[in-house]
């Protein structure tokens, strides 16, 4: 096997290899590091690599599954992080001149998890400034590339982890969603990402952006590879206000229960069609993975996505309220320290009043109400993951995301779990997303909605060509 | 339909805020926090004056030692 084949094998595939002893945790870590090494300038996904941790790691979960000291799937596993899980004695940078050096001294509650499994961990990946914005282009790191075409943009804020997990520089990846950070980036580069329950994954350790929207989640290139990882970080953490004490089923084990029966809705009215609507190629795209859903036996209604739409809307006014309160004294002292991006939509925030944020916290009771009520006549919501294809960054226009119907922030209002795969590719061969959302705490739906698709279609078998 | 906020007006909120912000910023920002301001109206639609906000405090008892 190639290092480049070893690199781009699915975590499930390489768990196998390693136990059946056809390389190593250190033959993995080693290909993966010398990828990104000869093609990570064209991409820019990490910030700092761990290069000789990562390999002291792979050495030890080597001695340990040769002693028979097995830690489950991920054990010798190459991974990476989002440079805003904090990670004791490494460099966290949240992409971010104000933080370029700050070291923490204490791990994140779900790194210690991973950690504790015997993942190897590359290192830190790029990302939106503090998660937020838009791609940072005068921030003191580049800002990363699409895989696809390095012209245009790798969907954010999780931008490092869809581009690196793409171009098989790392297995996996953990990343963050506040309004869609996960799955846009998982949409935008044809990779898998799970934004689980409100509440089902620890935010100890992960860098604030707003703390009632916040969620940690998973991404990999396959759903099972998101399952496993999040059956890792899954769980109830006193460290975590938000932290749920519900139990985790066996997320991989459920995955080939096949969907046969299952309602999905899909919520176009009203929605699908705000403002300059859904660009036609991705909603093509979406109508054929519908057919394929029904052809697997799911039974597909169409709903009304009036409180969808307006689910954006408070979305933004919580997001920016809570993400300028968290970093208003830096504001204060030193705007300049923000990137162009950030600093422009953090800063609406200050100009919200407390009537204001009260307001957007009494629609999201509403509004939550509005939407989990569809629930009691559908099992799943199935949407594109993003409006249109990734833009390029020369015609990037900061005010276009509030002109297109917003499909992952209402997920976020209402904390449920929702996941993006691949679902098929422009004219331009840009990829599109699939987005399946479950009921709370149910992430096992979504994935086995997830896996039937997956495995019925060869979109998440292409690779980008650099 | 709410007044629009002027960039004066902006330039007194900012100082309130205790903000030292160019007028270029000023002039970025003013769209957005246009743009929010109209979006609330829309949401205070949504509620009426039994509706509490999606946010929980819960208290907890301290053991005696």
């Known amino acids: 096997m190639t290092p480049t084949e070893l690199s781009y094998l699915s975590i499930t595939?390489?768990?196998?290899?390693?136990?059946?002893?056809?390389?190593?945790?250190?033959?993995?870590?080693?290909?993966?590091?010398?990828r990104i090494e000869s093609i990570d300038g064209k991409l820019h996904s990490f910030i700092t690599v761990t290069a000789d941790l990562a390999l002291e790691q792979a050495r030890k979960a080597e001695q340990e599954l040769r002693a028979g000291k097995d830690k489950g799937p991920l054990h010798g596993i190459p991974i990476a992080l989002k440079d805003l899980y904090a990670t004791k004695n490494i460099r966290t940078t949240c992409h971010s001149a104000v933080l370029q050096d700050w070291v923490p001294d204490h791990d994140a509650a779900?790194?210690?998890?991973?950690?504790?499994?015997?993942?190897?961990?590359?290192?830190?990946?790029?990302?939106?400034?503090?998660?937020?914005?838009?791609?940072?282009?005068?921030?003191?790191?580049?800002?990363?590339?699409?895989?696809?075409?390095?012209?245009?943009?790798?969907?954010?804020?999780?931008?490092?982890?869809?581009?690196?997990?793409a171009t098989g520089l790392c297995l996996g990846s953990l990343g963050s969603d506040t309004g869609g950070s996960i799955r846009t980036p998982s949409s935008h580069c044809s990779v898998v990402g799970m934004k689980p329950t409100y509440g089902r994954v620890s935010r100890y350790g992960v860098v604030p952006l707003s703390w009632s929207l916040d969620h940690a989640g998973p991404m990999a290139r396959s759903v099972e590879d998101c399952a496993i990882l999040l059956q890792a970080i899954a769980g109830y953490d006193p460290n975590d206000p938000a932290s749920a004490n519900v139990p985790v089923s066996d997320l991989r084990g459920e995955l080939k229960n096949g969907i046969k029966g299952l309602r999905v809705g899909v919520p176009r009215a009203n929605w699908f069609n705000e403002n300059k609507g859904t660009d036609s190629e991705t909603e093509a795209i979406f109508n054929d993975a519908l057919k394929i859903l029904e052809g697997l036996g799911a039974i597909v209604f169409e709903i009304d996505g009036q409180p969808f739409?307006?689910?954006?809307?408070?979305?933004?006014?919580?997001?920016?309220?809570?993400?300028?309160?968290?970093?208003?004294?830096?504001?204060?002292?030193?705007?300049?320290?923000?990137?162009?991006?950030?600093?422009?939509?953090?800063?609406?925030?200050?100009?919200?009043?407390?009537?204001?944020?009260?307001?957007?916290?009494?629609?999201?009771t509403v509004l939550n109400e509005q939407i989990r009520a569809n629930f009691s006549g559908v099992d799943t919501f199935v949407t594109p993951t993003a409006p249109r294809p990734p833009e390029a960054f020369e015609t990037i226009d900061p005010n276009e995301q509030n002109l297109r119907p917003s499909f992952t922030n209402p997920f976020n209002l209402t904390g449920l779990p929702a996941i993006s795969l691949p679902c098929g590719f422009t004219k331009d061969n840009l990829p599109v997303g699939l987005q399946i959302v479950a009921q709370p705490f149910e992430e096992s739906t979504a994935f086995r909605v997830a896996y039937a698709y997956e495995q019925a279609t060869e979109w998440h078998k292409r690779k980008p060509k650099l | 339909m709410a007044k629009e906020i002027t960039l004066a007006q902006l330039q007194k909120m900012a100082e309130r805020s205790g903000l030292k912000l160019s007028d270029e910023d000023l002039e970025k920002l003013l769209p957005g926090v246009n743009r929010s301001h109209h979006q609330l109206l829309e949401l205070r639609e949504l509620i009426t004056d039994s509706i509490e906000p999606a946010a929980a405090f819960v208290t907890s008892r301290t053991e005696k030692r």
Request: glycine share 8%; proline share 5%; with cysteine.
């Open chain 1, 13 to 34: 595939e390489a768990a196998s290899g390693l136990r059946r002893k056809e390389f190593s945790p250190v033959d993995l870590t080693q290909a993966c590091l010398k």
């Open chain 1, 110 to 165: 779900t790194v210690t998890k991973l950690r504790e499994v015997g993942a190897v961990l590359l290192g830190k990946l790029g990302m939106h400034e503090f998660a937020f914005g838009g791609p940072s282009v005068d921030a003191p790191f580049p800002a990363v590339r699409n895989p696809w075409n390095t012209a245009h943009i790798p969907g954010g804020s999780s931008s490092g982890s869809g581009a690196a997990l």
């Open chain 1, 309 to 364: 739409s307006l689910a954006r809307k408070a979305n933004q006014t919580i997001l920016t309220a809570e993400a300028y309160a968290y970093h208003e004294k830096r504001f204060q002292e030193a705007p300049e320290k923000f990137g162009s991006s950030v600093r422009r939509r953090m800063l609406e925030g200050a100009f919200l009043s407390a009537a204001d944020y009260i307001t957007a916290l009494r629609a999201r």
